[in-house]
């Protein structure tokens, strides 16, 4: 124990020492993960009460043999009693073991009580591995666990980062680290592979960013912002999702489904959008019904798209209800999918807007939220119900091509086709 002296960077010593019962680290690669898992494994496995175990888990158990098998037994030479190749078990010379496992067969995992757990590489490991397996092996010795890996997109492990980052838990607390905190690393050979790497996989893999799942579809320097025009005419789009009562049922977590939309664009005569807003969240039916009746009753829409279902239907009676009581009445238009799937329809309605300055978002509303689902499109585990809202527009806003003159002079050749 005497021998033991392990040198951590700065901000490993700080993941370390904190108290955080769990501990979340987004961090780029070569960035020192790998090294802080094993320490903290074999400090946690010399503390293990008799009868418990530490473990280690990664993607498959090939990953964790060659991200951290040899790595314990270099660092823990001095205070580990045995080693079992075949299966990845250590046993320290106080009697804890230590597992190496991989999270690809999560059944295998049962059956063991746990002070300790690290999950490596989080981004690629199915979330029942902890949810259903490991977190309950540490609930009798209430133990502890870190997360680590480097973000792909937005998924469970973005979900625990942000838990971490919300203080809603004291619990939890999250990290994030790029390969610049690395200080043995050239910076040198950071920027070198910034101009070589294309900027989608420099920003996972050395900045570790969560968002750089999107394909460059939609670029923030299309967007822009200003006032509100003095002519044109509104139009409201409304994207429904499941109400309250259903989100109440679901299997996943309330914050992965999907939000309701209603979004308010005022279309002016040369067919620019000027985005006035775009409400959304969780509603029950009434709530929902009530939303939409304020809109139209502030804004007196030419017309009003709701998006054809089931989901229409079942609001539509609540809607109806409240235009009558209330006097307030607008023209209701069916919204369908066009055959297309949801990435092409938003595609076709927005892309060319927004790239041409078509689209201009309201300058008093806050747009974190719509910018954040727009550019990060399409995302798996990154909700699109801003823009698939807005995109609706295209349906209701049919406007004139024709400038000038030219418009009032067009007759046409025949007059039922309109040609």
């Known amino acids: 124990m005497s021998d033991l002296n392990f040198s951590l960077l700065p901000w490993q010593q700080e993941v370390f020492k904190d108290t955080a019962r769990f501990k979340v680290i987004a961090a780029g690669r070569r960035c020192g993960k790998s090294r802080l898992c094993a320490v903290t494994l074999i400090i946690e496995a010399l503390k ?3 009868g418990s175990a530490v473990l280690y888990v990664s993607p498959t158990m090939g990953q964790s043999r060659q991200i951290v098998w040899d790595l314990l037994l270099e660092l823990g030479r001095d205070v580990i009693q045995s080693s079992h190749v075949n299966n990845l078990d250590i046993t320290m010379i106080n009697g804890a073991k230590i597992y190496v496992r991989g999270a690809d067969r999560p059944d295998t995992l049962r059956g063991v009580s746990l002070t ?18 490991i977190r309950a092996s540490l609930s009798d010795r209430k133990g502890r666990a870190l997360f680590l890996g480097t973000p792909k997109g937005r998924n469970w492990f973005y979900d625990l980062f942000k838990l971490g980052q919300s203080e809603d838990d004291d619990d939890w607390k999250s990290w994030h680290f790029t390969t610049k905190d690395n200080p043995l690393i ?12 294309s900027s ?16 460059n579809i939609f670029r923030e320097e299309w967007l822009k912002y200003g006032e509100e025009p003095n002519t044109g005419s509104y139009f409201i789009a409304v994207d429904l999702a499941g109400f309250e009562e259903v989100a109440k049922q679901a299997a996943n977590a309330k914050k992965r489904l999907d939000e309701s939309a209603i979004a308010i664009v005022k279309v002016t005569e040369d067919g620019k959008w000027f985005v006035k807003e775009i409400e959304h969240g969780r509603w029950d039916v009434r709530e929902t019904a009530a939303k939409i009746l304020m809109k139209i009753r502030d804004y007196r829409p030419l017309s009003v798209g709701i998006e054809r279902g089931s989901l229409k239907n079942a609001v539509l009676p609540y809607l109806s209800d409240l235009m009558r009581k209330n006097n307030v009445y607008a023209h209701i238009i069916d919204l369908t999918h066009g055959n297309r799937k949801k990435a092409d329809r938003i595609i076709w309605a927005l892309q060319g807007r927004f790239e041409h300055g078509r689209i201009v978002l309201n300058q008093d509303e806050d747009w974190d939220s719509f910018t954040d689902q727009l550019l990060m499109f399409p995302a798996q585990g990154v909700h699109d119900d801003l823009p698939d809202a807005l995109s609706y527009i295209d349906q209701l806003a049919v406007t004139s091509y024709f400038d000038g003159e030219d418009q009032d002079d067009w007759q046409p050749l025949d007059v039922i086709s309109g040609v």
Request: include cysteine.
């Open 186 to 197: 050239d910076p040198t050979e950071i920027e070198s592979a910034k101009k070589t790497l």
């Open 200 to 215: 989608f996989a420099f920003k996972q893999e050395y900045l570790a960013s969560f968002d750089n799942a999107g394909s």
């Open 48 to 50: 293990c009460p008799q």
């Open 116 to 133: 300790y757990a690290v999950l490596d590489e989080v981004a690629d490991i199915k979330p029942e591995a902890w949810e259903q397996v």
